[in-house]
């Protein structure tokens, strides 16, 4: 380093050493060390500004779509979660502070600071890809995914979802007709209703509703296609579960293509007694459940906004939710129920912006990697530690843009 | 921004190519950095209405943005150039995002969303059920 050194002193007296006290990288095509820094310094900020026109043609994207359509924003962002975003962010500002100081320690000849730095903002990029690996394979196995590939296993409020072509395995949904049991839906998510469960106690007219319960099961065939295997009473119940219009086993093209989750029950299935009759979201009713007094005398319908604990509870103590709700209530039901109209879009944008900006931070990495070995071979001195800085830039804009995507994708109110 | 050409003089930091940054300003900026990130993540708790959440998501983003690009990409002690470079960048950004928008509402009657359906509700919320 003492080259180096005697190197930067002599700089400020003018360029006429010739190449001998001059860090070996420093082209012959320019004057000096300043004059190919600034070169490649020009030239990396046309690149930045290359990028960010590039990004913005996906965030115009996103605005035109947020726009038009700020029902699916809000919706669709519950399926993210804001912890890993939120790590994700910290994680990537960690590391441009190593670039950024991984510059500094090149511009001072610190060799083993740079090595540290280098490794440091490695390790971070790193992470920063698992974690968004987490994020997507969780989103694969869930199918939140983009265009037609989005046919979610679960509501965006967690809640199951009977889904079109039912990529999801095993028991998706049921219908339940609670008949005053000490049932719930935490202690039993998939809707399969434990026989010992049933009350059994006598109705009491107009509270509760005739036992029934029907789930629906989905398995795959040998082909390895799904099949939705017929509904399945259990006890004493009759069949709760009809297909309902479009929910599935219908012909391709026909009707409306998506979203389809429909349930419905069959009003004959309740002979006796006060029951409640759940028509859970058809394409107009977006996740709206109509309730009515009985089942043979179809009555005045009452719609509702409710989730599938809230008809439970219905069932059990009649018009219970009848306190107004407060707009995060509302919200949070709303998010209970099957997705609004293209929702996919939202995954469509997600996945693009999300997957070009890990796009860049790979080749972060790559470019990263390369330096590093670069600065453990001893190639940067006080007079030549361009890459580092351009790659600095770089790292900076990349994450410049997750400063943005994050809020924007993760934070929607 | 005299430091274009005399860098050498600027800061004690400097050795002769470019502008080096301080410890003090780096831990400071990273540090402002991950508050910031903390703010906005709570923010998001406190219920002010849509537009105004959003307003205040994008502002300190905006912040941070602006932090980012003035000491980690040394923008404050870099040519005046490379500012221009960025700005006009970011206004050609604003002006593509500008004129999408202002065109995006013109043609909302020819666009059909859905094929198999009539157009029921183009633009805005979904209706309401009644």
């Known amino acids: ?413 | 921004m005299s430091e274009t050409k005399s860098n050498n003089d600027h800061h004690d930091d400097d050795h002769g190519i470019s502008h080096t940054a301080s410890v003090k300003v780096l831990l400071g900026t990273g540090g402002a950095l991950m508050v910031l990130t903390v703010i906005t993540v709570l923010a998001t708790k406190i219920d002010l209405g849509g537009n105004i959440n959003l307003a205040l998501a994008m502002a300190i983003a905006a912040v941070k943005a602006t932090l980012v690009v003035l000491f980690f990409m040394h923008l404050k002690y870099d040519k005046v150039f490379h500012s221009v470079l960025l700005v006009g960048g970011i206004l050609a950004a604003a002006l593509f995002v500008g004129f999408a928008l202002m065109d995006s509402a013109q043609y909302q009657e020819t666009i059909q969303w859905d094929t198999n359906r009539p157009l029921a509700a183009p633009i805005g919320p979904r209706p309401v059920v009644k």
């Open chain 1, 1 to 413: 380093m003492s080259q180096s050194d005697k190197d930067k002193h002599d700089d400020h007296g003018g360029h006429g050493h010739g190449h001998a006290n001059q860090s070996r990288f420093i082209q012959h095509h320019y004057d000096d060390a300043q004059h190919q820094f600034d070169s490649g310094k020009l030239g990396i900020w046309l690149f930045l500004v290359q990028e960010v026109l590039f990004f913005s043609a996906l965030f115009v994207a996103y605005i035109l779509y947020r726009h038009h359509r700020p029902e699916i924003y809000s919706y669709a962002h519950h399926y993210l979660d804001v912890k890993m975003g939120a790590i994700n962010t910290a994680v990537l500002i960690f590391s441009s502070l190593t670039a950024a100081w991984a510059v500094r320690c090149a511009q001072l000849g610190q060799r083993k600071g740079l090595i540290l730095t280098l490794s440091i903002t490695i390790v971070c990029a790193v992470a920063f890809l698992v974690i968004k690996y987490q994020e997507y394979s969780h989103k694969i196995h869930e199918g939140i995914l983009f265009g037609e590939k989005f046919d979610p296993c679960v509501s965006s409020g967690g809640g199951p979802l009977v889904t079109k072509r039912n990529l999801c395995e095993g028991i998706k949904s049921s219908v339940v007709f609670d008949r005053g049991a000490t049932y719930s839906v935490a202690t039993q998510p998939t809707g399969c209703l434990d026989a010992a469960k049933i009350d059994h106690s006598p109705l009491q007219p107009g509270i509760q509703a005739t036992c029934k319960v029907a789930e629906v099961k989905f398995t795959r065939d040998a082909k390895g296609n799904k099949t939705d295997g017929a509904a399945r009473d259990i006890e004493r119940c009759e069949e709760g579960y009809v297909g309902g219009h479009g929910a599935h086993g219908e012909a391709k093209g026909k009707g409306p293509k998506f979203p389809c989750w429909t349930f419905s029950a069959n009003p004959n299935i309740c002979p006796t007694g006060p029951a409640v009759l759940v028509h859970y979201g058809d394409e107009a009713v977006h996740a709206g459940v109509e309730i009515r007094p009985t089942c043979d005398a179809p009555g005045p319908v009452v719609n509702k906004e409710v989730d599938a604990a809230t008809t439970l509870a219905m069932g059990k103590g009649g018009t219970t939710h009848e306190m107004p709700k407060t707009k995060h209530e509302l919200q949070h039901e709303f998010s209970m129920g099957p997705p609004p109209p293209h929702t996919n879009m939202f995954f469509s944008i997600y996945f693009a912006m999300t997957g070009l900006h890990g796009i860049h931070v790979l080749v972060g990495i790559l470019v990263f990697l390369w330096l590093l070995f670069r600065a453990v071979r001893g190639d940067f001195t006080p007079d030549y530690f361009g890459p580092i800085d351009y790659a600095a830039l770089y790292w900076h804009i990349v994450d410049l843009i997750w400063i943005f995507l994050f809020p924007l994708l993760y934070l929607i109110h």
